[in-house]
């Protein structure tokens, strides 16, 4: 596929979150870091992300996109460098 999506389960120290390994090496993209969805979900937009960005989409950062997933409205921003450590 050209990407791996991780899932780390809510716990006692923080919410659930899903993210990719691969957009940068496959497809020249910022990885994504999902947050707030269910995990299944979230893995499930992460692979739409993929196959879209392998189509050519380029998510643009301070957007909003509601064409990824059904009834979701999904916001993307960009992490500060400084922060890289904490994600």
Do not use: M
Request: with cysteine.
């Amino acid at each position: 596929y050209g990407w791996h999506v991780i899932k780390v389960q809510e716990d006692e120290y923080g919410p659930s979150l899903v993210h990719s390994i691969g957009f940068t090496h496959s497809f020249k993209h910022p990885e994504v870091l999902v947050i707030g969805l269910d995990i299944e979900a979230a893995h499930l937009l992460i692979n739409r992300l993929g196959d879209a960005l392998r189509d050519g989409l380029e998510l643009q950062s301070g957007q909003f996109y509601s064409n990824l997933i059904e009834g979701v409205d999904c916001y993307f921003t960009s992490v500060e460098a400084r922060y890289y450590d904490e994600c």
